[in-house]
């Protein structure tokens, strides 16, 4: 075990309703005040900020280089150390962890995490040409680079190895629009059903609109902080327990076709005839869980996690994700969604915030959006900030965050924990 | 001494477009040519053009690509150029219809990732003459070459065999 260091927090956090365009604010802006009701929420103010993180997956959507610094001086933290974290859809996870380690490592004991995104500065087609960026541009991107197309692919792939079912993918997309409805910053809630999943236009077989997340405006923000100075500045901070992150091959062409990586609750003998990861599954999610599993001492996740938020860019992803964080094993995430174990009132509530799917997606933001809401979720303060007790997760005690990137490129895990 | 208390900035007839006065949104352009290098990877895109389909093999472990790369992920070895087979199969596969700005004029488009016997990765590439309903994954599948060559990925693609 590597040296786990200095225990670290979360004191605090605030979010920006995501919108498809709100031009009427800029990402300085928006990232301010997801961070002035961050430090509002609980006893922080400016001078008590050591440094921070700036979180923001592309240069191309602002065409402005640098952004991290702008943000830094709009909210008055300048000359304070800083620095970008940035992993593709995985940013805001990967930056989250930074700040953790800022901590951990005894150099900071109060660390902003902030994150944003603006996508409405082009199109969506040619967003979407700006994401499939972030596949190899001499091999993928040049033969019809679209991240709907790939992940497409690799449904079509789970579907043949494991009879997952398009209406298994329609329920993922039920479950997180109908969770958002009771959620004020989610983008997209809706009432929906399979027929309406279905029917919905067709992005790449078996993939239509509502399988897949929208562009988004947003900012995120998380303030961490070491043990003193958490219980000085909040009387209900929630505990970071561990973090884990894997990486895989950026070409989709090049994963292995090896043995599963077991968690503890798996054996080898449960996976004789799979081939792994191949295209159907996401061995850096496995490895991060793994991690974060030894970290946290977790040897069931379904039994010992209350509540989760995962990056459901996709539907089939979220699916994927069940199995690679050993909820389930390898196979069963379709019967895992038609069981209800997910739901917010299943065995382990996934996405009770709406997720990627229906809360939007503005990269950079979306993994600090994610350790917020689970934030709220242990404090047991979801009434106070989202006006409405629906999605509080009874007894929740310890949840699970996990941001994806690529192709499954870049994942990280972080397990927290309640500690009132 | 130049001092011009009268100087002007030249006034031209080019203009921005605007989308909205408040808040204000303007039309921002950008373009741009690269010079770009293809470098070890280059015989890969050189071989399209005799109608070959190079893999890289590693010369310590054996792993075979079916993609071009000049180490080995498995032991870190540098890996030698070796011909692909031009039939595969279908190892999964998607029918496109939209896709980024690039290319959704080719909408819809089917990609497909091929499995090769004897070869221990995968190659992404477009398949023409078929429609969704007609990819089933095992399916047999021949490479083809473009005959003017762009010296891009899409040089080679395949058909339904
Ligand atoms: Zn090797």
Redesign the pocket.
């Known amino acids: 075990m590597k040296h786990k260091g200095h225990n670290v927090y979360m004191v605090s956090g605030g979010v920006t309703k995501f919108a498809k365009s709100t031009p009427e604010m800029d990402f300085r802006l928006r990232v301010k005040k997801a961070f002035d009701y961050a430090l509002n929420d609980a006893n922080i103010s400016l001078s008590d900020i050591d440094g921070s993180v700036a979180s923001y997956f592309s240069d191309h959507f602002q065409r402005q280089l640098m952004s991290g610094i702008m943000v830094q001086d709009y909210l008055g933290l300048t000359p304070k150390p800083s620095k970008r974290v940035e992993g593709g859809g995985a940013t805001g996870g990967l930056a989250f962890q930074t700040g953790v380690q800022e901590i951990a490592s005894g150099r900071m004991d109060v660390c902003a995490v902030y994150g944003f995104e603006t996508m409405s500065h082009v199109n969506t087609w040619k967003g979407n040409e700006f994401i499939a960026l972030a596949s190899d541009t001499n091999f993928d991107y040049p033969v019809g680079g679209f991240y709907t197309g790939y992940y497409a692919m690799m449904a079509v792939r789970h579907m043949h190895e494991f009879g997952t079912t398009v209406e298994q993918l329609a329920k993922v997309s039920i479950k997180n629009h109908g969770n958002a409805i009771h959620n004020p910053y989610a983008q997209s809630p809706a009432k929906l059903t399979i027929d309406d999943v279905r029917n919905s236009p067709m992005v790449a077989y078996p993939l239509t609109r509502l399988d897949v997340c929208t562009m988004s405006d947003g900012a995120a923000v998380a303030i961490l902080a070491s043990e003193e100075k958490a219980f000085e500045m909040s009387d209900n901070p929630v505990l970071i327990k561990s973090i884990g992150t894997g990486t895989d091959t950026m070409r989709l062409s090049d994963r292995p076709l090896g043995k599963v990586t077991l968690l503890p609750n798996e054996k080898e003998s449960d996976y004789r005839n799979l081939k792994y990861p191949g295209v159907h599954s996401f061995r850096a999610g496995r490895t991060a869980a793994k991690e974060a599993y030894e970290g946290a001492g977790i040897t069931d996740p379904l039994e010992e996690l209350d509540v989760i938020e995962l990056h459901d860019a996709y539907t089939s992803s979220e699916i994927q994700t069940y199995e690679d964080l050993g909820l389930c094993k390898y196979g069963e995430g379709g019967p895992f969604i038609d069981e209800g174990k997910s739901e917010l009132n299943g065995k382990v509530a996934v996405n009770p915030s709406g997720g990627l799917l229906a809360s939007g997606h503005p990269v950079g933001a979306s993994g600090i959006m994610q350790g917020v809401f689970m934030f709220w979720q242990l404090q047991h303060t979801i009434k106070k900030h989202f006006k409405d007790d629906t999605l509080q997760v009874k007894n929740a005690k310890r949840g699970l965050i996990h941001s994806h990137a690529g192709t499954g490129t870049y994942v990280t895990a972080t397990i927290m924990e309640a500690v009132k | 001494m130049t001092i011009n208390r009268d100087a002007k900035m030249p006034e031209t007839q080019s203009g921005t477009e605007v989308y909205s006065f408040d808040p204000l949104v303007v039309k921002s352009h950008y373009e741009i040519d690269y010079i770009h290098s293809y470098g070890q990877d280059s015989e890969f895109f050189r071989a399209l053009g005799k109608k070959k389909l190079m893999g890289s093999k590693?010369?310590?472990?054996?792993?075979t690509y079916a993609t071009p790369r000049g180490h080995?992920m498995?032991?870190?070895?540098e890996?030698e150029w070796y011909q692909l087979p031009n039939e595969g199969r279908i190892h999964t596969f998607t029918t496109c219809y939209f896709g980024s700005e690039e290319f959704l004029s080719e909408t819809p488009f089917n990609l497909i990732m091929v499995e090769f016997d004897g070869v221990d990765s995968l190659f992404m590439s477009r398949l023409v003459g078929a429609d969704q309903e007609d990819m089933k994954i095992g399916m047999k599948v021949k490479a083809k070459f473009r005959r003017n060559q762009k010296f891009s990925p899409t040089d080679v693609y395949f058909v339904p065999l």
Do not use: E, F, P
């Open positions: 590693c010369k310590k472990c054996g792993y080995c498995m032991c870190g070895s890996t």
